[in-house]
């Protein structure tokens, strides 16, 4: 699978858990990334394992409520292994957000690591 495809399915992923489509997310977080999954937001580990991806969502979910994931560019790098993306995150109870992040997959099948900067707009 090509970096620019994961990038899709993180996109399409953080777009149905937002807008509470009732889907199997823990199946869904098994399959798209590795069990050393980290993610990290604005220099902050958020997650360092991916069983703890879940949760983290949930957490973010309470305080921002439902959100839409607006994608607007995704940059493959030559080697295949990274992809910068940026979208913007409009949430229910805080408002719109632009989000820049790198998507790391050491072997194409699985997301590594998420390391994102966002602010809001």
Known sequence: MSIIELAHQYNQFQSDFGAGVPLD?????????????????????????????????????????????????????ADNKECTI???????????????AVLSSSNGRYIDQINEIYYQI
Do not use: C
């Open 25 to 77: 997310f823990n199946s869904f977080i098994e399959g798209a990334f590795s069990v050393d999954f980290q993610k990290i937001a604005n220099g902050q580990s958020l997650v360092s394992m991916r069983n703890e991806l879940h949760n983290q969502l949930i957490q973010v979910k309470d305080i921002a409520g439902r959100w839409t994931i607006e994608p607007t560019k995704i940059i493959p790098s």
């Open 86 to 100: 940026r979208y913007f995150i409009d949430t229910e109870k805080v408002g719109k957000f632009d989000v820049l």
